[in-house]
């Protein structure tokens, strides 16, 4: 804890870089600066390309060209997403020594936006696991507690948020990669709906799931870099009005109808610390067990497609773990993933019922807090389950997502870990995800 | 072979009706009197309905309502195909004493058509292999040699048409069940374009490569009943005419320009047969073996989400052959799917390409003439992977594929038996598949 960037917002930032109180190359020295080894958010850091790319932010806004909220702005992105000339490691000893030819999607538009990218993040190997401490580069640790998980896959990218390496990450989010080590770590993740972030150049884990989304130590900064990544948002119909942000309806809220998603497994101090952000939420049930039937059948299937020639010749190069997991993965049976895409549409149009009366689905993103490195099993159950237990509907029907810091629970051996409240809308009406955040007093720190 | 209507084409029908040298009525009675229980065609005859409906289409056409070519005429219909008030037994013991509630979407098309159904014919169980006897009602027996296989699934549907009890009769075909008996029968089959003719109260066996077709004596009959069920063919863009049909190409024709489609693995006799048809066409290749792991991927999963719950419930009602190929059906792997699905694109623009410098496939339908009942090898292997070895592919890319009757070759043991010539063409130009088969002889008697 403590970098140069906690407690920074990217408009600050932006402020004092046009004011010339900062400047984009002395960004990258303090983010280099921030870095701590031990957390091992990092498991590349570019100096050089970050320098060049700085001194170039720097000569644009002094000569008059400003790119938005992210120009000069030191951005980390995760390690299975190509950066032109550095390697991306897959957290695999798969990948040991290959070296990205071209920028993924995100990464142009990052570029495009101005941002500095200073490095690559530690991920889960290959981002199949929620843990974060499954990689051929060890695990990363919470800053919150070094012998806690930092939660995965995109965990070095929580990481170095959470640390104040940097105020942007880049991550990337199958069943809740973005939003469980946000959750974890005590910052904000945003999983936008499926496309809305090209997920081009980023190593697939189940293509029809893959999101790519950002990560910051708020609500807010999460939405300047969205917007600055896709364009403004579009209007979305005025929600916040009339019928559906009115007085008097169930759940209605100044942010908007909300209702409450009771989790079906659950750290009751972590459900009545998320609960009571939403006192007056009507509670309301989804079928989660069958979601999780969907979101299996479609991530192992698409998973082991990618991997299965891996498998076959060279097992020995994944960590134990991800090997254990890819073959459960191969063994998922074809004709319950012809279920799955059927019972898919059937839940999507469940879901747009429920969003049709509610503007906004409440729930905690991670049904415990972070347990300790290396562990399998907690109290509710098997970890792997548990972790993406609340976070993978949402990318099974591919709407937005957003996970914001709600406060901390005390744990076993003392001490308290950070809870994340999580906020599902509309595809098309993620602002109301925002707004609600900042109603709430969580978008900002 | 030598029932009431061997012999008689769909436009003679109709001109005896029309000329009031023939009766609905009297085609019932006709067709009824055909009906050689030996064969096993049917499964359930309609008296009393194909009485009343013949006696209705007969009253129409004297106050001068006339509903076009199949206006009064006897077809037979697949019993994995509803027809309200009678029973579908899908050839199994799991349907004993179902009995359908409505009309198959092509039932009603064939009833607004003017069309006499005069029962349900027997079918492969679950329409789930192409040999013809696997089935609660026994083999279906071939008319030629009745110790040998009619070919299935659509196995009566075939056998009523070749052994003159109707002049016409609907089937299905997921990987060739319409074209086998067909080929096998000396009779000419049409699975037309994906789609075509709706699948709606057919009993499902792979939905994506489900397909209604029709079976007749005739390839030009074929293209009555298909039209009169669809309207008329879309026209087609001058293929006969200038670049596509014209002279001095390689596999130009009077009819377009031909392909010979070189078959993996084929009785050389057959294989001479059909080849001396296209004497002048071109070799080319396709990847058979590629599309029929697309082909099982596909047919394997989807089957097994129809019957898992029966599998695991009453696996003792199956015929074991059908149990055992559900069996290998649910282990099909969803990795594989996945992969099939990618590879169904590339396949579907590999043809694309080969359909833009040629008009049409051709190829046999079946790389050998119909073995004995109750064969499971042939000297080519096994005879599951055989049977829908050259028909799949065009399962797989929804393409329209027409089998025509193409002489006979002499079988061991003594005798002849038929060949059919499988052509193959664009989505939309399924009418040059008729025209070729004109221009061959091959599309009347």
Partial sequence: MGGFFTGRTLTGIGRDLRAGRESARGLVTR????????????VTLDEEGAE??????????????????????????????????????????????????????????????????????????FAFGGSGDVSVNGAVRNPRDRERMSGGSSSGSAVAVAAGMVPLAIGTDTGGSVRIPSAFCGIAGFKPPHGAIPAGGVFPLSRSLDHVGVLAATAADCRVAYHALTGPAEAVPSLLDGESGGGGRAGSTAYGRVA??????????????????????????????????VFLAIEYSEAYDVHAERVAEAPG????????????????????????????????????????????LAMPTMPIPAPRIGATEVGLGSLTALLVSLTSPWNVLGLPALSVPAGTVPVDGGGEMPVGAQLVTRRGAESLLFEAADHLGLGAR
């Fill in 31 to 42: 983010a280099l600066e921030s870095v701590d080894k031990d957390l091992n958010a990092f």
């Fill in 52 to 125: 060049a790319a700085a001194r170039w932010a720097d000569e644009e806004l002094a000569s008059g060209v400003d790119r938005g909220p992210l120009h000069g702005v030191p951005v980390a992105v995760k390690d299975i997403i190509d950066v032109a000339g550095l390697p991306t490691g897959m957290g695999s000893g798969h990948y040991a020594g290959h070296v990205a030819e071209a920028d993924a999607a995100c990464v142009t538009m990052l570029r495009n936006a101005g941002a500095v990218i200073v490095g690559k993040t530690g991920t889960q190997e």
């Fill in 317 to 360: 190069r994944y960590q134990p773990a991800t090997l254990a997991r890819l073959e459960e993965a191969g063994r998922m049976p074809g004709w319950r993933l012809v279920r799955a895409l059927r019972e898919r549409d059937r839940y999507a149009e469940e879901i747009a019922g429920l969003l049709d009366r509610y503007d906004l």
């Fill in 260 to 293: 409450w998603i009771e989790p079906p497994a659950c750290d009751p101090e972590v459900e009545r610390r998320v609960r009571a952000l939403f006192p007056d939420a009507p509670s309301e049930r989804i079928d989660f067990a069958g979601l999780r039937q």
